[in-house]
């Protein structure tokens, strides 16, 4: 079974009625294709904590510990959780590729490690993903040290 979700579309602030902040489009749907797909299935894996998806308690990484946790960022254990937890994501997304119907510009070739930047407060992480149709996506994952 992979992975399918609905993506929104945020409501422009004019035209916010109630509680009404996301929508699936004004006319139509829109749907997520090509490299854009990737990405969000990618990062959506990453940032999922796993165990919290009562379906697949497998689904996600150990990532989400890291969020305001008590912890040195200059410490290279941290790097290595966000390393590990790139390679679960990646090896997931690579298994939804197997089971799903994708096309080459949206499935995974890898996702490396870019840069970690340990910040006193944080942390920044950039990732490079790349696509089976030779597209390389460089994506600002998070930044931890804007807080």
């Known amino acids: 079974m992979g992975k ?7 409501v422009p602030s004019a035209d916010v009625v109630g509680y009404k902040m996301f929508t699936f489009g004004f006319k139509a749907a829109l749907k997520v294709t090509g490299p ?3 990405v969000n299935r990618w990062v ?39 390393t590990l937890a790139m390679e679960d994501a990646s090896a997931q997304v690579r298994q939804q590729d197997l089971e799903g119907f994708y096309n080459d510009d949206e499935r995974l070739l890898s996702a490396t490690l870019l840069s ?32």
Do not use: C
């Open 44 to 82: 959506k894996t990453f940032m999922t904590p796993k165990g919290s998806d009562p379906l697949d308690i497998t689904y996600g990484t150990t990532f989400a510990s890291l969020i305001g946790g008590n912890f040195s960022s200059s410490n290279s254990d941290v790097q290595d959780v966000v």
């Open 116 to 147: 970690y930047v340990p910040a006193a407060d944080g942390f920044a992480v950039w990732v490079e993903i790349k696509n089976m149709a030779g597209d390389v996506l460089p994506v600002k994952l998070v930044d931890l040290a804007d807080r």
């Open 36 to 38: 854009q797909s990737l």
């Open 4 to 10: 399918y979700d609905i993506h929104f579309q945020p």
